[in-house]
């Protein structure tokens, strides 16, 4: 399981330099769309190879937490070449939602980790917000969209898992 981790762990960071290396145009750096397809690559790998990787049934709601948390972060990381911040953010969702398959601490503080995940991407939801007032940009910029509406699956998904531990009934089993 650790060398799967590690291939993927540089493979992520190659990916990191060749964001960079798009030396004498106006713009360095990827598009938008460029930057969606290879965080949409890496979430759709993820979850065709998480039965392989960390024995995770296909269907199940952590192997579709895990890899809208692999899309959202690398959307992030991506983006983090220019901005630091991003780049955190990034960086931080993905080990906070990776720590529970590759350590045994992780395990056994599962909560604690997907406590982490949710704030982290809380302040992503909110801060996307804050930070864009026009309406018609928002409209228009489809990678941010289509991170927010993972980062909205992340939070339910979450919010799910707890209410399930917690024995809260939800509206599908009361029907």
């Not at 995770?56 to 959307?75: H, Q």
């Not at 991170?147 to 339910?156: D, N, P, Q």
Request: aromatic share 10%; charged share 15%; no cysteine.
């Amino acid at each position: 399981m650790n060398r799967e981790f590690l291939t993927t762990s540089i493979f992520m960071v190659l990916l990191l330099q060749s964001v960079s290396a798009h030396g004498g145009e106006e713009e360095a750096g990827l598009t938008n769309l460029q930057v969606m397809l290879i965080s949409l690559a890496i979430s759709l790998v993820f979850f065709i190879a998480s039965k392989k990787l960390f024995s995770l049934d296909s269907n199940s709601k952590e192997s579709i937490y895990l890899s809208l948390v692999l899309y959202t972060g690398a959307v992030h990381v991506l983006l983090g070449i220019k901005d630091r911040i991003f780049l955190l953010g990034g960086v931080g969702v993905i080990l906070f939602a990776l720590l529970p398959l590759i350590t045994k601490f992780g395990n056994a503080n599962r909560s604690l980790s997907q406590a982490a995940v949710g704030l982290i991407v809380t302040i992503m939801f909110i801060g996307y917000f804050v930070s864009n007032h026009d309406l018609h940009f928002i409209v228009e910029d489809y990678l941010g969209l289509t991170t927010k509406f993972a980062e909205l699956g992340i939070i339910g998904l979450i919010v799910k898992n707890y209410m399930n531990k917690t024995g809260v009934e939800s509206t599908e089993s009361r029907s």
